[in-house]
């Protein structure tokens, strides 16, 4: 029997606290120098130890060890690549379609039957695209293993639903009349199914998540970029008014779009990145700029939000414009470039110059040439904004690394800088190259008899992807969320309608100078 202590009990063994203690206290005496005894308990493992080494690996193969050399080669499979790779994908099958006299599909307007608007001959394409847009989308998320991508058809079928049911709304003569496009109703549809499905709230106030058939179709970031490589812009219908649309269009829009992002975080207290994305989305061109700085930014989540505001708020824009520019008496080359310079999207923009309605159609001419160039902005914009963010990160990085005062420490620290280019070049908005590629192909390869039949087909194929974007927009807003962040959502509605009103005046003083004095 063993014997008792003073309690009368028998000893007990060691505890883990203790046996780590004395752990410690041996390596620690170990490694200044002393001396220790370091402590042995049994190996309980039951494991058999091998008594033969590990076969080694076979040798790699050509192709291994070409990937092994040349690690960039596999960047090709990303989702920041995919968009470039399906725009010019699509862009290649639209100019083979309209070189064989292939109609783009359209929505007819109708007024009482909705019918009205489907059985065209047009839209017979819609039968072979629906199936395409689907299978290139599923192909890019089951070549980067996105979680979830088996599942990809059912929640795709629902998107694409939405966004059918709001492009055959819109088309709808009083809806059209009244300027509440698609992007609207996809938004609207998104967000009633999203709260439908979400239902009531949680005990700890957090929503039920989307389910992940829904989740892995929700790619806001791919469709918008999608839509932008398939975005062409012709050098020749540029030409004549290149000049004066870029002065309407360039020399306020860096300088401002700095200034009310900086207002924006010093004023009403916006984090930056938001700010960033609020203001150039409402100097630039809405959706797709918000896209390419929250990619520049790497704050994707943070554009939902201004996205949604300026669909909404664009609205009384669009109708009021061009009312005030009759009533002024504005001349319709000077009305076209300020609808172009001022209001957000190209779709916006034309239905605003359509509003203004001149015999000689001017106001559309010039509003899409003003456009189109503001358009170009986004690449230069999002690559500087690219650049300042990563060294701002670089260097904060690297600051808070250098502030770990212990070796050890600071060897695991996961604050290790990175360096430069490479934190750029994650940051770069790779569907700006595909733009560019699309532009250069546009204007040197497609036959200049096509070239008209191209950008309108290529347009519409890109407008159904953004429509898509913005059923995801919807999927992503709660309204019990909403309420929560509605501070958030009132000060980015005020830095919307700064940002607006100073878009306003400042484009129309440039206009009137380049389309009315030269």
Same mark, same amino acid.
């Given at each position: 029997?063993?014997?008792?202590?003073?309690?009368?009990?028998?000893?007990?063994?060691?505890?883990?606290?203790?046996?780590?203690?004395?752990?410690?206290?041996?390596?620690?005496?170990?490694?200044?120098?002393?001396?220790?005894?370091?402590?042995?308990?049994?190996?309980?493992?039951?494991?058999?130890?091998?008594?033969?080494?590990?076969?080694?690996?076979?040798?790699?193969?050509?192709?291994?060890?070409?990937?092994?050399?040349?690690?960039?080669?596999?960047?090709?499979?990303?989702?920041?690549?995919?968009?470039?790779?399906?725009?010019?994908?699509?862009?290649?099958?639209?100019?083979?379609?309209?070189? *064989?006299?292939?109609?783009?599909?359209?929505?007819?307007?109708?007024?009482?039957?909705?019918?009205?608007?489907?059985?065209?001959?047009?839209?017979?394409?819609?039968?072979?695209?629906?199936?395409?847009?689907?299978?290139?989308?599923?192909?890019?998320?089951?070549?980067?293993?996105?979680? !979830?991508?088996?599942?990809?058809?059912?929640?795709?079928?629902?998107?694409?639903?939405?966004?059918?049911?709001?492009?055959?709304?819109?088309?709808?003569?009083?809806?059209?009349?009244?300027?509440?496009?698609?992007?609207?109703?996809?938004?609207?549809? !998104?967000?009633?199914?999203?709260?439908?499905?979400?239902?009531?709230?949680?005990?700890?106030?957090?929503?039920?998540?989307?389910?992940?058939?829904?989740?892995?179709?929700?790619?806001?970031?791919?469709?918008?970029?999608?839509?932008?490589?398939?975005?062409?812009?012709?050098?020749?219908?540029?030409?004549?008014?290149?000049?004066?649309?870029?002065?309407?269009?360039?020399?306020?829009?860096?300088?401002?779009?700095?200034?009310?992002?900086?207002? !924006?975080?010093?004023?009403?207290?916006?984090?930056?990145?938001?700010?960033?994305?609020?203001?150039?989305?409402?100097?630039?061109?809405?959706?797709?700029?918000?896209?390419?700085?929250?990619?520049?930014?790497?704050?994707?989540?943070?554009?939902?939000?201004?996205?949604?505001?300026?669909?909404?708020?664009?609205?009384?824009?669009?109708?009021?414009?061009?009312?005030?520019?009759?009533?002024?008496?504005?001349?319709?080359?000077?009305? !076209?470039?300020?609808?172009?310079?001022?209001?957000?999207?190209?779709?916006?923009?034309?239905?605003?110059?359509?509003?203004?309605?001149?015999?000689? *159609?001017?106001?559309?001419?010039?509003?899409?040439?003003?456009?189109?160039?503001?358009?170009?902005?986004?690449?230069?914009?999002?690559?500087?904004?690219?650049?300042?963010?990563?060294?701002?990160?670089?260097?904060?990085?690297?600051?808070?690394? *250098?502030?770990?005062?212990?070796?050890?420490?600071?060897?695991?620290?996961?604050?290790?800088?990175?360096?430069?280019?490479?934190?750029?070049?994650?940051?770069?908005?790779?569907?700006?190259?595909?733009?560019?590629?699309?532009?250069?192909?546009? *204007?040197?390869?497609?036959?200049?008899?096509?070239?008209?039949?191209?950008?309108?087909?290529?347009?519409?194929?890109?407008?159904?992807?953004?429509?898509?974007?913005?059923?995801?927009?919807?999927?992503?807003?709660?309204?019990?969320?909403?309420?929560?962040?509605?501070?958030?959502?009132?000060?980015?509605?005020?830095?919307?309608?700064?940002?607006?009103?100073?878009?306003?005046?400042?484009?129309?003083?440039?206009?009137?100078?380049?389309?009315?004095?030269?």
């Amino acid at each position: 029997m063993p014997p008792l202590n003073l309690a009368g009990k028998a000893p007990q063994p060691p505890s883990l606290l203790a046996r780590r203690e004395s752990i410690i206290s041996a390596a620690s005496s170990s490694h200044s120098g002393a001396s220790t005894t370091q402590p042995s308990y049994p190996d309980t493992s039951t494991k058999p130890v091998p008594s033969h080494p590990l076969p080694p690996l076979p040798p790699p193969t050509r192709i291994q060890a070409f990937l092994l050399q040349h690690p960039w080669v596999v960047g090709w499979n990303h989702e920041d690549w995919w968009s470039c790779w399906i725009g010019l994908f699509l862009f290649a099958l639209v100019s083979i379609a309209v070189h *064989n006299n292939v109609p783009a599909a359209k929505f007819e307007p109708w007024t009482t039957n909705p019918f009205d608007s489907l059985f065209t001959s047009n839209n017979l394409d819609l039968l072979v695209l629906f199936p395409l847009q689907g299978s290139l989308v599923w192909l890019a998320l089951w070549a980067i293993r996105a979680k !979830g991508w088996s599942q990809f058809y059912k929640g795709f079928l629902v998107i694409y639903s939405l966004a059918f049911l709001s492009k055959w709304l819109a088309a709808q003569t009083n809806v059209k009349s009244a300027s509440l496009g698609d992007s609207i109703w996809a938004i609207l549809f !998104g967000t009633l199914l999203r709260n439908i499905m979400a239902g009531a709230p949680m005990a700890d106030g957090r929503s039920k998540a989307l389910p992940a058939w829904l989740k892995v179709a929700q790619q806001t970031e791919l469709y918008i970029a999608i839509s932008l490589v398939l975005l062409c812009i012709d050098f020749s219908v540029l030409k004549p008014l290149a000049p004066r649309a870029i002065f309407v269009s360039w020399v306020d829009t860096p300088s401002l779009f700095v200034l009310v992002a900086m207002i !924006g975080t010093t004023w009403l207290r916006i984090d930056l990145q938001t700010s960033m994305i609020m203001s150039g989305a409402t100097f630039i061109c809405g959706s797709s700029a918000a896209i390419a700085l929250s990619a520049s930014l790497g704050a994707g989540s943070k554009a939902d939000l201004p996205i949604a505001i300026i669909s909404v708020f664009t609205i009384p824009s669009i109708i009021a414009l061009p009312y005030i520019a009759k009533a002024v008496g504005i001349s319709a080359k000077v009305a !076209g470039a300020w609808f172009g310079g001022c209001v957000d999207s190209t779709g916006a923009v034309i239905a605003a110059a359509t509003i203004y309605n001149d015999p000689q *159609n001017v106001a559309i001419e010039t509003s899409a040439v003003v456009k189109m160039v503001q358009n170009m902005l986004i690449g230069p914009i999002s690559v500087g904004v690219a650049v300042v963010w990563t060294q701002r990160e670089e260097r904060r990085m690297r600051a808070l690394h *250098n502030s770990l005062k212990d070796d050890a420490l600071r060897s695991v620290s996961e604050f290790k800088p990175v360096p430069y280019k490479t934190l750029l070049w994650s940051r770069f908005p790779k569907f700006v190259l595909g733009f560019l590629v699309t532009a250069v192909l546009f *204007n040197t390869v497609v036959p200049a008899e096509d070239r008209s039949g191209v950008n309108s087909f290529s347009f519409m194929v890109g407008e159904w992807f953004s429509t898509m974007s913005f059923v995801s927009i919807g999927l992503g807003l709660q309204f019990h969320e909403l309420r929560r962040e509605a501070r958030m959502l009132l000060k980015l509605t005020a830095l919307y309608s700064l940002a607006q009103l100073v878009d306003i005046l400042s484009t129309f003083g440039l206009a009137y100078v380049a389309f009315e004095m030269f």
